[in-house]
C-alpha cells in the first residue's frame, strides 16, 4: 500500500528541468503582467465587448506567445515549440496563480488549432494556426442556432455547393466574439435529403469578412456584449473551406467537442478563464464587518463556507477518483458525466453568497467606486449562467446522468 | 519541490483485492431477507458470518504481523466496511477494529501484546467515549480513582456500540485532571450495569454501561490514551463514513429499481423529471463521499494523523451523514404509499442514517472542527 502512495505523491513532484522552468514562469510574469488597465478585463473569453478590451487582450496574447509561453506543445513549423505539454502545463498554473489576463483567442486556441493538428490537411494547418497563437486571427464557433439551443441535429443553415464555392444561408446564435472574428467553425446542412439528420452536416473553416455575412451583437444578463447573432444571406465561401468530406461534419462536431470539455489533449494553452476559487471567497470575506465584527468569527457564515470548501474539495477529489476504475465500478461513467453539473452548479452557489457576504456593498455593481473587487463577483455570478445553460442546461445535464449513467427511463 | 494541494488517492493492489472480496461476501451473506431476520435478534448479528470474517483474515487487517495481524493498516479497512454498508452487514468489526486502532496507537509494547493477537482471532473491542449526547465534550465525569496500587473506575457512559457482545471496553476516563483510556474486561462487569438502549436503527446495537466500582489494574490504562484521543474519534469518524457511503449507494439502487419498474399514470416513475433530478443529485451526494472516505484511506497510515488527513476524515463524515440522511429520507419519499410501511427497504436506509449522523459528530461538528482548520 505504502509503494503506491508514494507514486501518488512523486506525481507531485518536479524535475529539475521543469523546477527551473517554473521558477522562469514566475519571474517572467513578475516582469511583464501588465498593470491595471483601468477598465474591467474580461472573467472569460465571452465577455470581450469593445475594441479598447480587444486591443488590449490581442497585444497580450502575442507577448505570451512571443515570449514563449503559448502553444509550446504545437509543432514548430505552425508556431509552436514541440515541446512536452508538461511545460504549457506548468506555464499555465503559474499565470493562473499569478491572476494574468486571459488569452482570449479561445475558440482557436482550444478547439479549431487541435483539430486541425489532429485532423487537418498540410494547407489547412499552413493556413490556419500560427495566427490562432499570435492573436492575428480571430476564431468563433458557429454551432448553435436560433431556438435550436444545443440540439445540433436540428442544424438548418444550409450550405450549397456552386463550382468553386459554397453558398450559405441561414443564421447562428451565441456567436462569441462573433464581430471580431476572422474564422468560424460552422457546422451546416450540406444535405436535406438524408433520413438520419446527423448525417447531411458538413464542417467548414469558414472565412467571416465575405459578403453576405453580417453580424448583431447580443447584450448579455451582465449588460456586457461578447457574442453575436450571425446571419449569412447568399454568402460565397471557398469550397477548400470544407474540413474533410461533405456530410462528415456531425463526427468532426463531435469531435471538435472534446476538446472543448477537455476530455482530448492538444490545446494551445494559456489562461482561458480567470477562475474564481474558494480562497478568492475567503480573501474577500475577510475584511467584511458584520454586527460590529469580523464577519469571519460568525458562526453561520463559517458552516457555509466550510460547505462550499467541502464542496470545492468534492469536484478535485473526483477527478481524482475517476483515475481508478476499482473505486467508480458500480456507476462507471458517473463522475465523467456529471462533471459538467456539479461543477458549473458549484460556481454558481459560490458566486451567488459571495455577494451575500459583501454586507450592504453586495448591491453594487461594475463602474462603482465602492463595489467590492470592481464589482468582479456581481459580475462573475450573472456570468455564470452562462455554463449552467450554456453546453446544455443543468436541467439537460441531470437528465443525461440521470439517463445514462442510472438507467431511468426518458421523460 | 513543489507540492500541490493534497489531493492525493490511489488504491493499491492489496486494496482493490479486498474491495473484490468484501463486495462478493457482503453480498453473498447479507441479502435483505438475511437483514431482516436479524432485526429482532438479541446480537445483531449472524456468528456464523463473524466466524468467517475472523477466518478470512479481516480482524487482523489493522494489527502488526508480530502480533498475529496482516498489518496492512486502517486504510484498507475502509473497501471491507464500505460494503458492509452496502448490504447492511452487521458485524462487530468497526466497533473492534476502532478498539484495535486505540491499542495500536496508544498502547504499550505488553499491552499490545496482550490484546491484539486476541483481536485478530476475535475478541470483540469497543470504545465507551460519551457520558451524554455531546460529541464535543472535551471533559468527562467517568472518575479513576487511586485505590492502594491500583484504581476504581467511578462512573456511567452512553451508547457504547456493541456493549452486549463486547470482550473488553475502551472506557475515556479522567485521572486528576487529565484524560485516560483505560481497558475493562467484559468479566469485570456485571450483567446488571448494561442497560441496553432502544435505536432507531434496528440493525445496530449499543448500550449504557455503568463502569462504577469496577477495579483498573495499572497495566489497564493505555500509555498514551489522551494523546491518540483525538486521532481514534478520527478513525471512528471514517469508518462510520465509509459505512454510511455504502449505505447510501444501497439506498440509490432501490430507489433505480422503483423508479425502473414502477408506473404510475402509464409511465415509469423515473422518466418524471421531479424524481429523476432529485435521485441525481443523490448519487452526486453519494459520489463525493465516496471520493472523500478514498482519499482519506489513503491519507491515513499508522503515524499521528496530520492536518491533511484530519481534514480528509472530517469532511467524509460530514459528506457521507449528510448524503446517506438525503439518499434515506428520498429512498422513502419515492417509494409512495409503500415507502410509508414497515415491509419497505428504505425504512432500513432512513433509519441507518439516524444511527450514522450521530456516531463520532454529527456533521455540523465536523464542520465547526473543519471551520478551525480551515477558516482561521
Redesign the interface.
Known sequence: ?????N???NS???DAEQ?DF?KGVVDWIKHNNPKDPGFLLPQTFMEVGSEQVLDFLREWQYKVWSSGYLGMAWPREYGGQGMSRQFQQIADEEMKKARVPICFNVIGLGWAGPLIIDTGSDFEKQTYLKGILTGDDIWCQGFSEPNHGSDLGSIQTRAERDGDEYMINGSKIWTTMGNFAKYMILLARTDSQVDRRYSGLSFFLAPMRVPGVTTSPIQKLTGDYGFTETFFTDARIPANCLMGEEGHGWRIAMQTLQYERGAEAGAAGGVSILSTVMNDL?RIAKDVQRDGKPL?RD?VT??N???F???E??L??????L??P??CS??PN??AL?GK??GTEFYRRMRQYALTLQGASGSLYVGDSDAVEGGFWQRAYLNNFSTTIGGGTS?IQ??I???H??????? | MTRTANLSMALSDEQAMILDNAREFCRSKSDITAVRSLLKSATGFNPEVWQEMIELGWTGMVIPEKHGGSEMGIGSAIPVVENMGRYLLCTPFISSTIAAEAIIRGGSESQQSRWLPAVAQGSIGTMALLDNEDWGATDTDCILLQDQNDFILQGKKFLVADAEVADFFIVLAKQSDSLVLVIVEASQIPASAIEKKTLVDETKRAASVDFSGIKISRSAVLAEGAKILPDIRLIGALLIAAEATGCAAAALDTIVDYLTTRKQFGRLIGSYQSLKHPTVDVLIQMDSARSFIYHAATLIDQDALDRDTEIACRMSKAQAAEALSFAGDRAVQFHGGMGFTYECDAMLYIRRAQWALHQYGDPQHHRKCLAGLLLD
Do not use: F, T
Not at chain 1, 500500500?1 to 502512495?5: D, E, R
Not at chain 1, 449513467?405 to 421523460?411: Q, S
Open positions: 500500500m505504502s509503494n503506491n502512495i507514486q501518488e505523491l507531485n513532484v518536479e523546477s517554473r475567503l469571519m458562526s463559517r458552516d463556507l466550510v460547505k470548501l467541502i464542496e474539495h468534492a478535485h477529489l473526483s477527478e481524482s477518483r483515475k481508478i476499482a473505486l458500480d456507476y458517473s463522475i456529471s453539473l456539479r436541467q441531470a437528465n446522468v440521470g439517463e449513467v442510472l438507467g431511468l427511463p426518458k421523460d
